[in-house]
């Protein structure tokens, strides 16, 4: 088996509303045999791998799968099967998979499964191919080590305990979240509503107030300073100072690092100055200024404080094993790192019990060492300091903290300026004020460990990520509005009208297109961008208020959608374009994809639908939310049918656009105060601005609200640049337009035969990647449509031969009856369109199909005396 490709699509997508990995395998070494047809290959699987046995298959029960390898299956499915079951051994919940053959002849296969952990997710398929190949040519293969590998690669990408709690607590509240970088950083929330989070900090949590809490001596000072009980203690840089401070102290001191964290170099209840010796050399392995205080004798709590309130509180206990006579103390920790609760740095709720010098050093203190075996029954506490992070544990006490002492907390908190912050406190007993009983506050933490209050090992679990949710986003759910536009024409249009129609409303609009990305008027990126990164871009922008969204075939099936759910989805039309292209050879696979759309409509949203569209109109089947219908026809019968019941349809008649709901209708507009619409002739155009006119309504605006909103696009003709782009030259007319498949060079022609002509002059070509079949029908479109045809090809031949796209449309058009006296075949853009312009006659009117406008702008611009248009003169 050869991995090819190897792609995670990250967003909802064609296959799955959660994450795949899609893999492009071959296995033409297998020889075109099925599993039935491999010998022992089956017996020896199972046995490699028995936990295949569990899975169900498209037979639905457990054992499904052994029946289909018994039948004879395809090596692509196994691979797809073997791949699911490695990464459920690692610990990943996946259950979808999919496999279908691309290319028969090639024995080339696609293999989709969910995945958790995109790096163990691409790494489970090499393992799996590895495994199979093994298999195949005899060996015995070892899953032990696979599964491994993949545990270690979750372990380092996974989110943590503390994370998830906050995560899940966003699903709980329907707030979206997104991951920024291969770190631990999330944002909460979209656009102008976002928060970030980073384990326990959050974009509230002050840099200040931080640096201050990492600075023990500096947070010591504040707070006393605040009046509020801190240990005595000074600082100082060598061990000679120490030890001379040691000399002050009339009890027993405690040595740690001015700047750490996690405990980390910090030493409790000495008493003698060997030990300090060797305390201050721990410490200042992480930092050279040593902190020596009095050590405050009690009890250990980690009091939680988020927004100004006391959410959990815990009493901390440090490591220690219980002998049983014959162990030796590193072999009982070793067995209690063995614990399934224990993992490795913050991976669990519980971390492996350290083992360093700090360990050694209180060990010795009482007299063992690790090779020392305690009596049965003998508890041996490993080490004075009690952090998670080093393998202590924690009880509950959140409902025995006196009032007192939670007041005191929440201030510490306040003093350091800090919206999280874990507060240790060392006093007697929780429950009684530490006015009366000498408590002292050690440290205040920002970032603190969540792990103790979420799992704690004895007490109630406290949900602390709801709280920190909470005090990030206390109303609402973080979404912006977001409207997706998708279909095969007309969805570059839509949006830019659409986003200014919004803009009117005073909103800060983030627009995708595959023109670029915009804020508002502000160009962010120029380019194709109507994919999901592009639309992760916008929903990222601090000051975007709505996000509406170009969202192309490509992008879907690439890397899936790049949002969980839009209030509005608008699917403009569907027709063939893009076949053969990801495995989608029909109309019936593109509709699938482009239904996505509509389907990832919240349940309180709108898919707006073009009911002229037989390939459209059906997918209100496919949607969860409401239904709005847009129509050219007044006397639609979807249309009819919908009102009948309730529902809501913008249709235009002959001269007006009207918004419906049952029987009760609102003029919106004449069409010919859009200038885009030609007066409605360009019937495509009018159709687009019934879709963003159903937009607008879906977002809650009145008819009069839309009337202005509507009103003069496109007489600026930046407005749709790319799009019906006219000008009026010396005696004849030159537009410049985007189509690129048979049903957009079909819309510009019918709208360009509404005005006054003689010769209708095309400048046409396709790019590359498009089907024989798509060229074919292009080229009849074509030769229908033009008395004369300048037949040229894109630069990027995106795998053809020079040449051949522009020979197959010149050829089917000679097919159609087309004279070759009125074809010319001029490969370069530029070339054709500077000859159509040179030979063109008075009342013609020359249109090319751009691959990129800007050169051929400058060409037109060049030519003659440009005179700017005046669209709305064509309404007349």
Not at 485 to 508: A, C
Not at 707 to 736: H, I, T
Not at 789 to 814: C, F, Q, T, V, W
């Amino acid at each position: 088996m050869r991995i090819h490709q190897v792609k995670a699509i990250e967003g909802a997508n064609f296959f799955s509303y959660r994450p795949v990995i899609r893999g492009i395998v071959s296995i033409a070494e297998w020889q075109g045999k099925m599993t039935h047809e491999l010998g022992d290959f089956n017996q020896r699987l199972l046995k490699a791998l028995p936990s295949l046995a569990d899975h169900t298959c498209s037979r639905g029960k457990p054992g499904g799968f052994v029946e289909r390898l018994e039948e004879g299956t395809l090596p692509g499915h196994v691979l797809e099967h073997v791949s699911i079951e490695l990464l459920t051994l690692a610990g990943e919940k996946s259950r979808y998979g999919k496999t279908r053959v691309l290319v028969e002849e090639m024995e080339e296969y696609e293999v989709i499964y969910e995945y958790e952990c995109k790096e163990a997710a691409i790494e489970a398929l090499y393992a799996a191919a590895g495994f199979l190949n093994q298999l195949r040519y005899g060996e015995e293969p070892n899953a032990e080590p696979l599964v491994a590998q993949l545990k270690k690669l979750r372990s380092a990408y996974m989110p943590g305990p503390s994370t998830q709690a906050i995560l899940q607590a966003c699903l709980d509240r329907g707030i979206p979240y997104d991951k920024l970088g291969d770190g631990n950083l999330y944002q909460l929330g979209y656009g102008r509503l976002q928060k970030r989070i980073q384990a326990a900090m959050t974009s509230g949590t002050s840099c200040i107030g931080t640096d201050i809490a990492s600075d023990k001596q500096l947070t010591r000072l504040i707070l006393s300073e605040s009046a509020i009980p801190v240990p005595r203690g000074k600082i100082a840089s060598s061990e000679e100072e120490i030890l001379k401070l040691f000399r002050q102290f009339a009890s027993s001191v405690v040595i740690k690092p001015c700047l750490g964290n996690q405990g980390k170099g910090v030493s409790l209840n000495l008493t003698k100055e060997s030990e300090i010796v060797k305390a201050c050399r721990l410490a200042q392995v992480y930092s050279t200024k040593v902190i020596i205080e009095e050590y405050i004798k009690g009890n250990n709590y980690r009091l939680l404080v988020v927004g100004g309130k006391l959410v959990a509180a815990a009493r901390r206990r440090p490591p220690m094993v219980a002998g049983n006579g014959k162990s030796s103390i590193e072999e009982l920790i070793e067995q209690e790192n063995n614990n399934p609760l224990r993992g490795t740095g913050h991976e669990k709720y519980l971390s492996k019990i350290a083992v360093d010098p700090i360990l050694i050093l209180d060990l010795s203190r009482q007299g063992f060492s690790l090779k020392s075996v305690p009596h049965l029954g003998e508890k041996v506490v490993l080490r004075q300091s009690a952090n998670l992070s080093t393998g202590s544990t924690a009880v509950d006490v959140t409902g025995l903290v006196h009032r007192d002492n939670a007041e005191l907390a929440v201030y510490a908190a306040s003093v350091l300026g800090l919206d999280i912050a874990g507060i240790d406190f060392i006093l007697g007993d929780i429950r009684h004020s530490y006015r009366e009983q000498d408590g002292r506050i050690i440290e205040v933490n920002a970032a603190p460990g969540l792990r103790m209050h979420l799992l704690p090992s004895a007490g109630q679990s406290r949900n602390i990520g709801r709280d920190i949710v909470n005090m990030l986003l206390p109303h609402g759910n973080g979404r912006i509005p977001i409207v997706s536009v998708t279909g095969t024409n007309g969805k570059t249009t839509v949006v830019r009208l659409l986003s200014k129609m919004l803009r009117k409303q005073q909103l800060t609009v983030g627009m995708t297109s595959t023109e670029g990305i915009y804020i508002n008027d502000r160009l962010l990126s120029k380019g194709d961008h109507s994919g999901p990164a592009s639309a992760r871009t916008v929903l990222r922008h601090p000051d975007v208020q709505v996000a509406v969204l170009e969202t192309a075939r490509g992008g879907i099936l690439r890397a899936g959608l790049g949002y969980d759910y839009a209030d509005v989805a608008i699917i403009t039309n569907i027709s063939e374009d893009h076949l053969g292209q990801y495995g989608i050879d029909n109309i019936e696979d593109l509709s699938k994809v482009k239904s996505l759309v509509a389907e990832r409509v919240q349940k309180h949203g709108f898919a707006i639908l073009n009911a002229d569209d037989p390939q459209v109109v059906n997918l209100d089947q496919k949607t969860s939310g409401h239904v709005i219908y847009f129509s050219t026809e007044i006397q639609n019968r979807r249309i009819c049918k919908h009102l009948a019941f309730g529902g809501v349809a913008v249709v235009a008649d002959q001269k007006k656009i009207w918004i419906y709901q049952g029987t009760c209708g609102s003029t919106v507009c004449n069409l010919n105060k859009i200038p885009i619409t030609w007066g409605g002739k360009a019937r495509h155009n009018v159709q687009n601005v019934l879709a963003a006119v159903a937009a607008c309504y879906a977002l809650g605006y009145n008819a009069q609200q839309i009337r202005r909103a509507v009103s003069g696009f496109g007489q600026n003709p930046e407005d749709n640049q790319g799009r019906l782009e006219y000008y009026e030259m010396d005696g004849f007319k030159v537009v410049l337009d985007y189509g690129h498949n048979p049903a957009g060079i079909k819309e510009v022609v019918q709208t360009l035969q509404m005005i006054g002509h003689k010769r209708i002059v095309g400048c046409i070509g396709l790019p590359g990647d498009r089907s024989d079949a798509t060229v074919k029908q292009f080229a009849r479109e074509a030769a229908a449509g033009f008395d004369l045809l300048y037949i040229k090809e894109d630069a990027d031949l995106r795998g053809r031969k020079s040449g051949e796209i522009a020979h197959m449309i010149y050829e089917e058009a000679l097919s159609e009856g087309k004279k070759a006296s009125s074809m010319k075949i001029i490969l370069k853009e530029e070339e054709a369109l500077r000859e159509a312009l040179a030979k063109a006659r008075e009342g013609d009117i020359v249109v090319i199909f751009y691959e990129k406008a800007e050169p051929l702008r400058k060409i037109i611009n060049d030519h003659l005396n440009l005179i700017l248009p005046e669209i709305r003169n064509l309404a007349d």
